[in-house]
């Protein structure tokens, strides 16, 4: 544990997304440092889904409005949210429902999410992480919607931590690297394409959803209390070869 164990006591926490993967690790992190967390998604029931005693899994789709506001305002207070949602549908996105659904789930749901919560942050003057990624930088022939998406989300942090500074309410992205999850779960079976992204990654191995959490943490957390509209790279060493 590298951060004291009452960082976040007394304080709420939504991860959207945070049923799997680098969403449910991060709800796991909160909750280990004294959130109580909402975490909420698809399959909350599910296998992947984070188990803690201050840690509640909701069904939710990020593309339906009504039901984002239904569960917020359920809500009393919301000091922490994350927007980790995500999907990539590969090649598919070259068709134009697959391309926007894509968006709406990756990029849109963010606004959407933060429109939402945005009252209750600046009561709290709470935080925002957003998730991106390396194809925030980088584009990708074989992911044309997930790469927009995330590209996106880098611009949306900058514009929404303008927008909420004045209320102190920060705003800030993780791009992780190559992370184990149940989303690239094929990819680190292929062992040729897992050996490419070793050779590549200085630090030399994938990273794991704590990786991730971790610095989610510190950008929440009162030491990044003048830290707003980055987005900070999580990934081995990746984006500097
Ligand atoms: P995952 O598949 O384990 O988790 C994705 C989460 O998004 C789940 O909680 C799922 O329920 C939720 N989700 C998907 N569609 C949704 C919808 N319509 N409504 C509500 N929730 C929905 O994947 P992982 O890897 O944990 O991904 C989390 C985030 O990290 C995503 O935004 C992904 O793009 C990003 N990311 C992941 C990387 C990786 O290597 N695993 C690398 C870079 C970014």
Known sequence: MTFAPT?????????????????????????????????????????HAPMHDRVRCVELDVTD???????????????????????????????LDVFEHVLDVNLTSIMRACNAA????IRSRGCVVNVASMFSTFGSADRPAYAASKGGVVQLTKSLAQSYAPAKVRVNAVAPGWIATPLSEALGRDEDASRRILDRTPLGHWGEPSDVADAIVFLCSPAARYITGVTLPVDGGYLTV
Not at 74 to 93: H, P, Q
Not at 118 to 121: E, S, T
Request: hydrophobic letters at 45%; a negative charge; glycine letters at 16%.
């Open 65 to 95: 409005g009504p039901a984002l506001h239904a569960m917020l305002s359920k809500e009393g207070s919301i000091d922490i949210l994350v927007n980790c949602a995500g999907i990539s549908r590969d090649r598919a996105e070259y068709e």
């Open 7 to 47: 960082l976040f006591e007394g304080r709420c926490a939504l991860v959207i997304g945070g049923t799997s993967g680098i969403g449910a690790g991060t709800a796991l992190r909160l909750a280990e440092l004294g959130a109580t967390v909402l975490a909420a998604g698809l399959r909350a029931d599910g296998e």
């Open 118 to 121: 945005v009252p209750a942050l």
